[in-house]
């Protein structure tokens, strides 16, 4: 977002045009339009770091996730070959809830 203008609830700001136009229709006074110009802005840095902090949890969740995944495909790679040097209790393959 450009630092030159900004939206807000009030309508397109910028330094060129500093009185927004719910203040033009209601007659506010200079104080009440700067009152509610410096709330505007007020309002938009907050949700513009709000957004930052947002953005970067998620990109630190993203890679606590891509993490635990490698660790997961890890463990069962290591799980599979133990289990495969290990000799089997039956030569049936099935499990013996499933064998006739």
């Known amino acids: 977002m450009s630092e030159r ?10 330094r060129y045009n500093a009185v927004p ?6 007659g506010m006074t200079e104080d009440e339009r ?5 709330e505007c802005l007020t309002t938009v840095r907050t949700l513009e770091e709000e957004n930052r902090q947002l953005r970067q949890s998620a990109d630190s969740f993203g890679q606590l996730a ?5 660790e997961l495909a890890r463990e069962r ?3 599979d070959a133990d289990r495969r040097r290990e000799p089997r209790d039956s030569p049936d393959r099935r499990s013996p809830s499933q064998q006739p």
């Open 21 to 26: 136009p719910i203040a033009r229709r209601r």
């Open 77 to 79: 790679r290591s799980v």
């Open 66 to 70: 891509e993490r635990l995944n490698q």
């Open 34 to 38: 700067d009152g509610r110009l410096k």
């Open 5 to 14: 203008s900004r939206d807000c609830a009030f309508g397109r700001i910028d």
